[in-house]
C-alpha cells in the first residue's frame, strides 16, 4: 500500500513537472513575480494578458500567481512569501487588503526585492508605520472613475433620480473611493436622492439578491450605480425578474464585455472604463526601469473612459 | 499492542511516508524548496490550519463535525483587534478572543448534545450566526493596526524559529496529551466509537460532548490570534473556508470521518502535506487553478490509500 502512495505522489510531481518545464528556472532574463487578486475575474485576465505581452517584449520572465479567492489576503502574503523564496528580482502586487499587504511588503523589501503596487493603493499610514517603500502605483483614479459615473448620472437624469448603490466589499479602498466619488459628484443636484447602499461583496449573484430586495424595500427607484460591473449585471437580473427593464437606469464600472453588451442591447446604461491591460503593460514597464535603478513617479494614472451606447457606436 | 493502534501507526506511517516522497519531488525539481527560510515560511503558513485542526480533530474522532471554525476565527479576531484598540492591554485582549472562542464552541455542542440536532446541521447555521455577528459588530471593516508588543506573536523569534511555529508545537504537544493521557481524552473516542454504549457505560455524553466542542472553539480563537498578528488587522471575512482546509488536514492524517479513531500526528502531518504541496506549487510557477486540482486530488488519494488499507488489514 505504500507504493501506492509513492505512485500517486509521483504522479503528482510528474504533472507539476511538466508546468514547470513550460518555464524554466534557469535563464538569464529577470523573473518577476505579478500577483494578482484573483484570476477567476475579467479585470485580472486583462490585466496579466497586458503585463505578459509586455513582459515578453522586454525580456522580462513573468511568474504570475493569484489567491483561490480574491478576498484572501493571507494566501496572498503566502504567495509573497514563496516567491521571494525563488529569487525574483521585483513583485509586482494588487493587494487584496490595504493594511493587511503590509506584512507581506515588509517580507518584500527586507529580501531587497523592488515593490510595484497595481490597481489597488496600499494604506498609506500603515505602510509609512512598518517602513515600507513602494517604487510606484500603478492604477487609476477610482475617485474620479466614481465621479465620472456621479456627474453622468447627474447629465442623463437632469439632476432629479432615486438612486441605489450596490458597494463592494467594506473597507476596501478600491470600492470605498469609487462610491466617495459618486456621491461627492452627485452631492450638489438637490434633485438626486441615495435612497439605499447595501454592499454585494463584488458579485454577480449577490448583485442580483440584494438589489431584488433593495428594489421591495424602495420600489422607487429608478437609477443604479454599482461599483463593479458583476453587480450591475445581477441587478440588470433582478430588473427583468421584476418586470422594470428599462425602466431603471444602471450604471457600472469595469467596462466588462459583458457590460458592453448590455449598454449595446440597452439594459444598461453605462459603465466607466477602466483599462487593466495597460495597467499590467504600464506595470512590467515600470518593473524594467525599477530594475535597471531608475527612478519612478510617484503613481502612473492610467485613463479612465465612460461608456455608453454612444461612445460604442462611434467605435 | 492491539489491533487498533497497529492499525493507526501503520496508517500514520504511510502518511509520513507521503510527506517525505512529497517534499523529496519538490527537492528534486526545486533549489527552492530545502532552504531552511523557505521550510520556516511552510512551517508558519501551515500553523494556522493546523491549529484549527486540533480541534477538528477531537470533533470528528467523536463522530461529529465543525464547519463554524472559520466564522469563529473572524469573530473571536475581530474581538480581539476591538480589545487591543481600545486599550485593553494584551492579556485581557487575549482573554477576550479565547472567551469567545470557547463561548462559541459550548452553544455549538449544547444544541447538538441537548437539541439532539446533527453537528452538521448546528455548526452550519453557527457558521452564519457567527459569521454575521462578526459583519455586524465590525459594519464589515477590518480592525487594523496593533502595537509591536502583540505583532510580536507572528513576527517574533525564538532561536530562528518562528513564534506560530512555536505555539503550534505547544498546542499539538498539550493537546496530545488530551487526547491520549486523559479520562476526557478516551471518551472521545468512546463517544465516537459508539455513543451509545458510552452513554450505557454511565458516561455523560452530553457533558462530554459540549467540551469537544469548546476544545474546538478554543482552537480556532487561538488561530484567529496568530492570525491577527500576522495581518496585522483582523477582517471580518478572514477565516472563509477553514473548516475545508482543516477537514482536509484531519482526513489526510488517517482520522477517520465515521468517529472512534484518529491522531493528533496524523493531522500534524495533513496540514504540513498541505502546506507543503501550495508552498511547492508556488515556487514551481504553477496556476492556482492547477493548485486546487492537485490540492482535491491529494485529498482523495490520501483517503483512498486509507481505505484501501484498512480493507487490507481486514
Partial sequence: ?315 | MTGSSRLTHARQFGTVLGLVVLSGVLWALTPHFLTVPNLLNVAQQTSINAIVAVGMTFVIISGGIDLSVGSIVALSGVGLGAALQGGLGLPAALAIALGIGVTCGLVNGAIISWGGLPPFIVTLGMMSIVRGAALVFTEGRPVSGFDPLFRSVAAGQLGGVPAPVIATLAVYLVAHVVLTRTTFGRYVYAIGGNEEATRLAGVSVRFHKTMIYAVSGLASAMAAVILTARLNSAQPIAGMMYELDAIAATVIGGTSLMGGEGSLAGTLVGALIMGVLRNGLNLLGVSSFLQQIVIGAVIIGAVLVDTVLKRHRN
Wanted: net charge neutral; glycine share 8%.
Fill in chain 1, 1 to 315: 500500500m505504500r507504493k501506492t502512495t509513492v505512485v500517486l505522489v509521483a504522479a503528482l510531481a510528474a504533472s507539476s513537472l511538466s508546468c514547470n518545464r513550460a518555464a524554466p528556472e534557469t535563464t538569464d532574463k529577470p523573473k518577476v513575480a505579478l500577483v494578482l487578486k484573483t484570476l477567476n475575474h475579467p479585470f485580472f485576465v486583462d490585466m496579466r494578458r497586458g503585463a505578459q505581452e509586455a513582459a515578453d517584449r522586454l525580456g522580462v520572465q513573468l511568474e504570475v500567481q493569484a489567491a483561490e479567492r480574491e478576498i484572501d489576503v493571507e494566501k496572498q502574503m503566502q504567495i509573497v512569501e514563496n516567491m521571494i523564496q525563488t529569487g525574483i528580482k521585483a513583485l509586482v502586487i494588487t493587494p487584496s487588503g490595504s493594511r493587511e499587504i503590509v506584512s507581506a511588503l515588509v517580507k518584500a523589501q527586507t529580501a531587497n526585492v523592488p515593490i510595484i503596487i497595481v490597481d489597488t493603493r496600499v494604506d498609506e499610514k500603515a505602510a509609512a508605520e512598518a517602513g515600507v517603500h513602494t517604487e510606484t502605483f500603478v492604477g487609476s483614479d477610482n475617485y474620479e472613475g466614481g465621479k465620472l459615473a456621479g456627474a453622468h448620472v447627474v447629465n442623463v437624469t437632469g439632476g432629479k433620480a432615486r438612486v441605489g448603490i450596490l458597494e463592494g466589499i467594506p473597507g476596501h479602498e478600491t470600492g470605498d473611493s469609487r462610491l466617495r466619488g459618486f456621491r461627492d459628484a452627485v452631492k450638489d443636484a438637490p434633485g438626486i436622492t441615495v435612497v439605499a447602499s447595501q454592499p454585494a461583496n463584488w458579485e454577480r449573484d449577490q448583485g442580483f439578491n440584494v438589489f431584488q430586495n433593495m428594489l421591495q424595500a424602495h420600489p422607487d427607484i429608478d437609477t443604479v450605480f454599482a461599483a463593479s460591473d458583476l453587480m450591475a449585471l445581477g441587478a440588470i437580473e433582478a430588473i427583468a425578474a421584476a418586470g422594470k427593464t428599462g425602466r431603471i437606469k444602471v450604471v457600472g464600472f469595469d467596462a466588462l464585455d459583458d457590460a458592453k453588451k448590455a449598454i449595446a442591447a440597452g439594459t444598461m446604461d453605462a459603465s466607466v472604463a477602466q483599462f487593466p491591460s495597460e495597467m499590467g503593460k504600464a506595470a512590467i514597464e515600470s518593473v524594467v526601469k525599477a530594475i535597471r535603478g531608475e527612478k519612478l513617479p510617484a503613481s502612473i494614472m492610467v485613463k479612465l473612459e465612460m461608456v455608453t451606447k454612444e461612445s460604442l457606436v462611434r467605435r
